[in-house]
């Protein structure tokens, strides 16, 4: 298998990934379900980190837990746990965020049934002092209590190792994503979010070495991919499920050359110091510098701000808001995140997404229209 054959079918089916490890290698694996989750940790700790991201079947079991108005994230994520479709895990982690994954938090862990449960209640406010002392003594409790579920001491060095594999892997994932802004025509249109599912997913050893091997491959022939011609836009919003998205935009006309998604450039931006005194404090200084999503605060202005700012850095042509229903966070911010966008000029649509993707051909008209008036 190529390593974009394997990202693709790590894709099609994580759990079954998840399940192949389990078997082949017995190792522990803990699932969770935002890009505030320290994985650096967990990895440190000996245990696969395994993103998840909602269910792709029908959701009836959830709904005995959850009212319909919360989004398909959690619901579809309770559902698969409900389901026994997530039967490799040891268990999961909640990190403080949005309150629906924090009342998910408890539920889960009153009816999934894993051996193992965390919450890494997080500050929310993020910009000052104090958070920052806040934020290290929770990732120092959490590797505590991952020691003691798993019987594994995590050394500084376990974690130093951990930072240094991540950072490898978030510096070739935002090589990706700096060569489809500059060639997009080299990538399938769904290429790029099937790689960047995978690399949440996999082992990351075997994903840094499958997306250097690919990146090897791809970089060989940039020079002479041309120039596509078509619209360059840029996705915004939470977590994006639905590849049909970018087939959809490639067939209206316009190229996704880059995002503010937290399935996507939320999850690689910002390296971690290597080799620091203080290692829990380079995690925690990430947390603390990275763009940050809606559910956590660091100043009033601030996504709006670097919106704008990645949006003219990579010349995009206008951005499309990918809103899961039922999302307050997100919800929440949107009137502002357009206004900054019409202020600076950026022309902008919303898109309202379920766990089920909408009508392809009526999806298709809109955003036809959208980047014909670019
Ligand atoms: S949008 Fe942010 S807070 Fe919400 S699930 Fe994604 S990473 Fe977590
Ligand atoms: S931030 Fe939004 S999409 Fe993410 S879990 Fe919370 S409500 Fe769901």
């Known amino acids: 298998m190529t390593p974009a054959e394997r990202f693709r079918s790590v894709w099609r089916d994580p759990a079954g990934y998840g399940r192949s490890v389990k078997q082949e290698t017995g190792r522990s694996i803990l699932g969770f379900f935002c890009s505030y989750a320290p994985v650096e940790l967990i990895y440190a700790a000996g245990i696969l980190p395994l993103r998840l991201f909602g269910t792709r079947g029908e959701i009836s079991l959830a709904d005995t837990h959850l009212q319909s108005y919360c989004c398909s994230l959690v619901r579809g994520g309770l559902e698969d746990a409900l389901k026994g479709n997530l039967d490799f895990l040891d268990g999961a982690v909640f990190p403080h965020t949005c309150d629906s994954i924090q009342r998910l938090s408890d539920i889960w862990r009153l009816n999934a049934g894993f051996a193992h449960h965390f919450d890494a209640v997080l500050p929310v406010k993020l910009n000052t002092q104090s958070a920052r002392q806040y934020m290290i003594d929770v990732l120092s409790g959490f590797c505590r209590e991952l020691e003691t579920a798993f019987g594994k001491q995590i050394r500084d060095a376990d974690i130093n190792a951990a930072i240094c594999a991540y950072n490898q892997i978030r510096k070739q994932l935002k090589a990706v994503y700096a060569l489809r802004s500059q060639k997009p025509g080299l990538f399938e249109p769904s290429a790029v979010h099937w790689i960047m599912t995978a690399a949440m997913v996999m082992e990351p050893a075997a994903f840094l070495r499958d997306i250097t091997a690919f ?160």
């Open 215 to 374: 990146l090897d491959q791809i970089g060989s022939s940039a020079g002479d991919a041309p120039q596509t011609g078509r619209k360059r836009l840029m996705l915004a919003g939470g977590i994006c499920t639905h590849p049909d998205v970018y087939d959809l935009l490639a067939r209206a006309g316009a190229d996704v050359v880059w995002d503010d998604l937290c399935t996507g450039a939320r999850y690689f931006e910002g390296t971690i110091a290597e080799d620091a005194k203080d290692p829990l404090a380079a995690v925690a200084d990430r947390y603390l510098s990275r763009s940050v999503c809606p559910a956590k605060h660091a100043d009033i202005t601030a996504r709006g701000r670097h919106l704008v700012d990645a949006a003219r850095e990579q010349g995009v042509d206008g951005v499309v808001f990918l809103q899961l229903k039922f999302c307050d966070p997100h919800a929440f911010d949107y009137p502002y995140l357009k206004q900054f966008l019409d202020s600076a000029q950026i022309p902008s649509l919303l898109i309202e997404i379920e766990d089920q993707p909408p009508p392809g051909e009526q999806l298709l008209t809109r955003l036809e229209t959208f980047v014909d008036m670019l």
